[in-house]
T-cell receptor, first 113, second 114 residues
Framework: GESVGLHLPTLSVQEGDNSIINCAYS??????FIWYKQESGKGPQFIID?????DKRQGQRVTVLLNKTVKHLSLQIAATQPGDSAVYFC????????????FGPGTRLSVLP | DVKVTQSSRYLVKRTGEKVFLECVQD?????MFWYRQDPGLGLRLIYF???????EKGDIPEGYSVSREKKERFSLILESASTNQTSMYLC?????????????FGPGTRLTVL
């Protein structure tokens, strides 16, 4: 199987519970953030994004919260399902041209039956 | 939907071989990127391109080169593969140059160099 994320922090949640995955970012000037989901053997998949002029953004079953004061980003997944099991990582945009993203190492989410 | 495809899912090469990894996107995106992904590390940018025949070095360009002859295709070349280039290689694309657009990724190529 894939070896991506061998040494990643792991979050285990019961099916149906809510999940919260956290990410600390480095640059207080970063203005755009993305959460990606990466299933085993697949490329990262866009989940949700947020710009720095917002504190919260909601999608389908997912919510991203941005706390610029402490440079913290979180992804909340409501009613976690087995299909949510994956590695989740955040990306911050480091410059205004949009080309320079820094990606976090990720958190492995395991959904228990 | 944006579709980014990569030529191989798995590749095994020998030290010293020349390796080509190909990436194609079908959404007329201006920007294309090559990353490598290693266990416990975030994605690291190797090269990117914002136009045909244009390329820019990323954070770890040593040992790699790229080619963008057509807008939809971006190739990563390992001139002489080495074992420390064993990794997962991910291609991505995004819409326009000077904007903070989402990057969309391909499925990845897992390269093993023996």
């Amino acid at each position: 199987g894939e070896s991506v994320g061998l040494h990643l922090p792991t979050l285990s949640v019961q099916e149906g519970d809510n999940s919260i995955i956290n990410c600390a970012y480095s640059n207080s000037a970063s203005d755009y953030f993305i959460w990606y989901k990466q299933e085993s053997g697949k490329g990262p998949q866009f989940i949700i994004d947020i710009r720095s002029n917002m504190d919260k953004r909601q999608g389908q079953r997912v919510t991203v919260l941005l706390n610029k004061t402490v440079k913290h980003l979180s992804l909340q997944i409501a009613a976690t399902q087995p299909g949510d099991s994956a590695v989740y990582f955040c990306a911050e945009n480091m410059d205004n041209y949009g080309q320079n993203f820094v990606f976090g190492p990720g958190t492995r989410l395991s959904v228990l039956p | 939907d944006v579709k980014v495809t990569q030529s191989s899912r798995y590749l095994v090469k020998r030290t010293g071989e020349k390796v080509f990894l190909e990436c194609v996107q079908d959404m007329d995106h201006e920007n294309m990127f090559w990353y490598r992904q290693d266990p416990g590390l975030g994605l690291r940018l190797i090269y990117f391109s914002y136009d045909v025949k244009m390329k820019e070095k990323g954070d770890i360009p040593e040992g790699y080169s790229v080619s963008r002859e057509k807008k939809e295709r971006f190739s990563l070349i390992l001139e002489s593969a080495s074992t420390n280039q064993t990794s997962m290689y991910l291609c991505a694309s995004s819409l326009v140059r000077f904007s903070t657009d989402t990057q969309y990724f391909g499925p990845g190529t897992r390269l093993t160099v023996l």
